[in-house]
């Protein structure tokens, strides 16, 4: 590619808060958005905040003609298409999910095109790559003559304390090719050449390593709702120093955290089934839509109090009064992350800010929709080198 060429045109699909965009700047590579593509009020309105000389065009995806995308004339298209449909657990409706309309729509549009996109980078939930509109994505970029390379990867892969396993595709059109070997299997780890990485462990997502009547029954449960199989994994991700540590990532000074502390009522309910985490600890669980709101799997709470040892507290705390249960939990200091520290460590810049009148509810949810900023970033170097 001369050096000298004119930025590269990117079409943003699913804009959401800008995650892509970010990345994208991130990335260095000399480009411009052209239009970014959402229909949700809230998210537009932190994209708009954020990046107020982008045109942000909130409609469907749907809703933009054919001409309009041949008018754009991109050479690069990031999109990540909305998850529900493509999650393992939600009903595995799929491509007859009225939700993965609007992803059809553009794959028909594909081919179509007066000029065909050079670049395509594609996120999604993991459990993507089993659906079947995974099979019509390759369909199509096999029809129109793309490369492609899939991923499955996590931000602790680049050493931030995070996991949020996504699938990724990376494709490209002739007649250029990739700059790394690439391969008809999923790969789990960013290709040698790009900079630091270790083996992504898939089962340090804690994805595949739900506990089973298996680790039960010859782990023993610990404390809390832990499998020794568990407490192992989370021991061996805080002692990998290659990853860096949550106080890394957090506000300071520690001031007005009152409001993030975990209620008495949801401490008592849910603490078996909290992930908690400290300053020093070098690994946190997917911040989701839900957290701050619901608390199981929606993303670890920080222990903000280190007077004592978590171990003591759960110490045979099924046994206790309700009383003393509270006594030992609230010494804790537990606490969410804030929107803010989330942001951190899904590696949006400082200068990322949301409008004061978005809600916190809101900013977890439209965050917890959003990607990990770094990784993307890294993908984007691969695709376009
Ligand atoms: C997984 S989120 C993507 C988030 C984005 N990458 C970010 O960094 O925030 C999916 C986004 O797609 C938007 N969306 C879903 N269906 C859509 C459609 N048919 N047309 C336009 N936008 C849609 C949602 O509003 C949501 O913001
Ligand atoms: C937009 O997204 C926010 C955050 O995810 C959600 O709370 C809201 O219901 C969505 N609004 C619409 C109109 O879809």
């Known amino acids: 590619m001369a050096a000298t060429a004119s930025p590269l045109r990117v079409l943003e699909l699913y804009s959401g808060v800008g995650g892509m965009h970010y990345a994208l700047k991130e990335s260095g590579v000399a480009a411009e958005v052209v239009a970014a593509v959402d229909v949700n009020t809230t998210a537009n309105q932190i994209y708009r905040h954020n990046f107020p000389a982008t045109p942000l065009w909130s409609k469907t995806i749907e809703g933009v003609t054919l001409d309009e995308f041949d008018m754009l004339e991109c050479d690069v298209v990031l999109m990540s298409p909305p998850c529900q449909p493509f999650t393992r657990i939600g009903l595995q409706g799929d491509v007859s999910d009225n939700r993965a309309k609007s992803f059809l729509y553009i794959l028909d549009l594909l081919p179509r095109l007066n000029k065909l996109p050079r670049f395509i980078l594609l996120e999604n939930v993991r459990g993507f790559e089993t ?25 602790t892969s680049l050493g ?3 996991s949020r396993l996504r699938y990724f ?7 250029t090719s990739f700059s790394f070997p690439t391969s008809s299997e999923i790969l789990e780890r960013f290709p040698e050449s790009s900079g630091p990485s270790q083996p992504c462990e898939v089962g340090s997502d804690g994805v595949t390593d739900t506990p089973s009547t298996e680790n039960s029954r010859d782990g023993s449960v610990l404390f809390k709702m832990e499998t020794a199989h568990e407490l192992q994994r989370k021991r061996r991700q805080d002692g990998d120093e290659t990853v860096m540590k949550i106080q890394d990532f957090l506000e300071v000074p520690e001031e007005e955290m009152e409001r993030y502390l975990l209620p008495p009522k949801t ?41 004592s040892e978590l171990q003591d507290v759960f110490q045979s ?18 606490r969410y992350f804030t929107p803010r520290e989330i942001a951190n460590l899904m590696g949006f810049p400082d200068h990322f ?22 990784v993307v970033a890294q993908l984007i170097r691969l695709l376009v080198s």
């Open 317 to 334: 705390l099924d046994l206790q009064t309700e009383d003393e249960k509270l006594r030992r939990l609230t010494g804790l200091k537990l």
């Open 131 to 155: 659906s079947s509109a995974r099979d019509v994505l390759l369909t199509t970029l096999r029809d129109c003559g793309y490369g492609f390379q899939e991923f499955l990867l996590s931000p």
């Open 169 to 175: 595709l990376l494709a490209k059109s002739p007649p």
């Open 267 to 307: 401490l008592l309910r849910y603490a078996m089934l909290l992930d908690i985490v400290q300053p020093s600890s070098r690994r946190s669980v997917c911040f989701t839509k839900g957290y701050g709101h619901y608390v199981e799997g929606t993303g670890s709470v920080l222990q903000s109090c280190l007077d």
């Open 160 to 162: 931030i304390p995070n």
């Open 353 to 374: 800010t949301f409008p004061d009148v978005v809600s916190v509810k809101q900013r977890y949810r439209v965050l917890g929709n959003s990607l990990n900023v770094h």
